[in-house]
């Protein structure tokens, strides 16, 4: 069965946004590090010991013409905009998917480097189509959610498709226990605080 990696939080503003949910939640979300070229920075907080929540936002001390930092800025609002599930084996991730259908792009290896220093690499796998999960392995790099700050939790993951019973299909193929109703596109979850259910609209 695999499992949720983390839920990706865009915001316009990092530092002003960490504060927002320290405020909601009365956890202090952690200092992740920068994506160079991507534009981006990001802060982190624990919802398991394998899960987390990536607060994204841009990163204002790199050039961010053209970059997704760019995008987070324009848009100027927050929203979960993607969801990312742990793999160990992606190839055996895009032989399911294009079994059913789907089609797969190509793979892209990034890499951050931690507030403590240490490069953290990993490797993507991406499949076209609105709001699917996004394919992370983490290549031997320590998963980020043990050293994110604990005390929250993911209590639910919605997401709604044109076409329901397709994407179900894929999640059920691959043994995630997710459902998906059917609507306008869209993922939003509830988070468990110490001060409470917090609600993330989508993006």
């Known amino acids: 069965m695999l499992d949720i990696d983390h839920i990706m939080y865009a915001v316009p503003d990092l530092e002003s946004s960490m504060a927002e949910v320290a405020s909601i939640t009365g956890i202090v979300p952690t200092d992740g590090g920068v994506h160079p070229g991507n534009g981006t920075r990001n802060a982190l907080l624990g919802l398991s010991n394998s899960s987390y929540l990536e607060i994204i936002g841009p990163d204002k001390k790199q050039n961010l013409e053209n970059t997704f930092g760019e995008l987070l800025v324009s848009k100027n609002t927050s929203g979960i905009r993607a969801w990312a599930v742990a793999v160990s084996d992606l190839a055996s991730v895009a032989d399911v998917a294009q079994d059913l259908g789907f089609r ?52 639910e993951l ?46």
């Open 104 to 155: 797969v792009r190509d793979r892209k290896e990034m890499s951050r480097k931690t507030a403590e220093g240490p490069l953290l690499e990993w490797e993507l796998l991406f499949l076209e189509g609105a709001l699917l999960p996004f394919f992370i392995d983490w290549k031997g790099s320590e998963h980020p959610a043990r050293k994110a700050p604990s005390g929250c939790g993911l209590s």
């Open 158 to 203: 919605s997401i709604s498709a044109e076409e329901p019973k397709v994407y179900q299909e894929l999640l059920n193929k691959l043994q995630l226990e997710v459902s998906v109703s059917e609507g306008e596109p869209a993922i939003s979850a509830i988070i468990r605080s110490p001060r409470g259910d917090w609600s993330l609209p989508s993006w």
